[in-house]
């Protein structure tokens, strides 16, 4: 099969390479698809880069969608030819989500209604938004600032808050500024003097809770500002360079043995289903053959991709 791969660290224009490998096997535990769509994320260039390192050859691609192939040992509650869409075990296989077959070591039924694209979209982005959400303590009664709500997980972010009955004010560029005033989030600039902004939107009231999404940008002290001085209330997945120093929370200091697979994908069927019924999104911005990799590696390295990019091998089918 034909994947995209890297054979040492370094920066992924120079390592990545689109090569033929042999079809990975379904262990225990794991299923085999036919990708039909593969989402990439700046998590896939960190790594590239080295970020949890382990044995190489290492594929990129983490979220998946495709037909079920191969079912391993264990693994009772899908069949071959069943449409599904999860994660990769890109720790434990050679290759990865960008490939014309991928092993899953996390996966779930695609409702009716709900296309292969759509759906390759949702993995990362909702577990990612979900779980941070967790962690602050969302509930009903609170009122969320989501900083950086144009990026995949804070679109995501916005969205499950106000499933959840929150208040959302959302910092995001023009690009998404209509689409998440009419989801019912109210929308401030960035930039700074963002205090000011969010209390003149707040009218009455108190932000509660910050969810940082934003690349880093030195916001991290405003949204301490905003949440009333406590930086423990302040929660990013994206700055945790800056996190430590102001006593904000940040993605690699929570309790990892929170992180457990109910809190990272129990949300996954819910909002799939939210999904079909045009109740729930992750934006797609582009969708590339596999051939064109370096296409997509190259947009989301500005930094403005503006959604998700999609890697759809040759043959997959809806």
């Known amino acids: 099969m034909r994947t995209v791969r890297f054979h040492e660290n370094g920066e992924p224009v120079d390592v990545l390479r689109l090569e033929t490998a042999p079809v990975p ?26 970020l949890f390192p382990g044995s190489l050859p290492r594929g990129i691609g983490c979220d998946v969608s495709g037909i079920v192939e191969a079912v391993g040992a264990g693994v009772t509650d899908v069949a071959v030819g069943d449409r599904v869409f999860g994660t990769v075990d890109f720790a434990g296989e050679p290759s990865a989500g960008a490939a014309e077959r991928a092993v899953l070591d996390h996966w779930f ?50 969205q499950i808050a106000l499933v959840r009955g929150a208040r959302v004010i959302a910092t995001a560029g023009e690009t998404y500024t209509k689409q998440l005033r009419d989801l019912g989030a109210t929308v401030v600039g960035y930039g700074e003097g963002l205090p000011e902004r969010v209390a003149k939107a707040l009218g009455v009231g108190q932000v509660d809770l910050a969810f940082d999404a934003a690349p880093p940008n030195g916001a991290l002290p405003e ?34 043995a929170k992180r457990t697979d109910d809190e990272l994908f129990g949300v996954f069927p819910e909002f799939a289903q939210l999904a079909a019924e ?14 064109d990799w370096r296409k997509a590696l190259e947009i989301s390295l500005t930094g403005h991709a503006r959604g998700k990019l999609l890697l759809v091998p040759a043959g997959g089918a809806d």
């Open 278 to 291: 045009g109740r729930f999104t992750v934006p797609v911005a582009a969708t590339f053959p596999l051939a």
């Open 109 to 158: 039924a695609v409702p009716e209604g709900l296309d292969l694209i759509r759906a390759a979209a949702l993995p990362m982005a909702l577990s990612t938004a979900s779980w941070h959400l967790a962690r602050l303590g969302l509930a009903a009664d609170r009122t969320l600032l989501v900083n950086g709500a144009g990026t995949t997980i804070g679109y995501a972010a916005v």
């Open 25 to 50: 096997e379904a262990g225990p535990g794991r299923i085999r698809v036919a990708v039909h769509a593969c989402g990439l994320a700046p998590a896939d260039w960190a790594l590239c880069r080295g």
């Open 223 to 256: 949204l301490v500002e905003i949440v009333g001085g406590d930086p423990k209330r302040v929660l990013t997945c994206s700055d945790v360079a800056a996190a430590p120093e102001l006593g904000v929370r940040d993605t690699f200091h929570e309790d990892p």
